[in-house]
């Protein structure tokens, strides 16, 4: 679900940003994202297949396909001449952050949730999303403080 949500996702949001703002994206996507992690927290013995497909391609259309806003906001905010390096560095963040430090930080919470036929238990799992959920409210938060970059065009005279 993440390449489907990564293919429907990206442009989908990029358009949308480019219409009503890189602001009313990321609040959308956090509070989407609060949403599926909160879900996945606290019903995850009841869900069906369905029902997962739907909440992993939701998870993944608002925490992993903003990268291209992100990239538009980190341009719009700096000059011309340094746009490559803002967005490089920008561009370092989720490496840092998802791949060096969140990602360690759930192993070690779902391996301290103990073994549980075989596989990690669920209780495990279920931490792993209040762990993800904070992350959530702290990308909503972050949001809110967003520089809208947005320009508005004014309509042509005669339009």
């Given amino acids: 679900m993440f390449a489907v949500a990564l293919m429907v996702g990206s442009p989908f949001l990029s358009w949308i940003a480019n219409h009503i703002g890189r602001?009313?994206?990321f609040i959308s996507c956090s509070?989407?994202?609060i949403a599926v992690c909160g879900l996945f927290y606290s019903f995850t013995e009841g869900l069906t297949l369905p029902m997962l497909y739907l909440l992993f391609f939701c998870l993944f259309l608002s925490g992993g396909t903003t990268g291209p806003?992100?990239?538009a906001v980190s341009k719009?905010?700096?000059p011309v001449a340094i746009a490559g390096t803002s967005v490089g560095m920008v561009n370092l963040f989720p490496f840092f952050w998802g791949g060096a430090?969140?990602?360690v930080v759930i192993g070690v919470i779902v391996t301290r949730g103990g073994l549980d036929r075989g596989g990690y238990s669920l209780g495990g799992y279920q931490d792993m999303?209040?762990?993800c959920w904070v992350g959530?409210?702290?990308f909503l938060v972050a949001a809110f403080f967003l520089k809208e970059?947005?320009?508005?065009?004014e309509p042509a005279e005669g339009t």
């Fill in 23 to 25: 602001k009313p994206v």
């Fill in 31 to 33: 509070l989407l994202l």
């Fill in 69 to 71: 806003v992100v990239a």
């Fill in 76 to 78: 719009e905010l700096f």
């Fill in 101 to 103: 430090l969140f990602q």
């Fill in 129 to 131: 999303f209040l762990i």
């Fill in 136 to 138: 959530a409210v702290i």
């Fill in 149 to 153: 970059t947005l320009r508005r065009r």
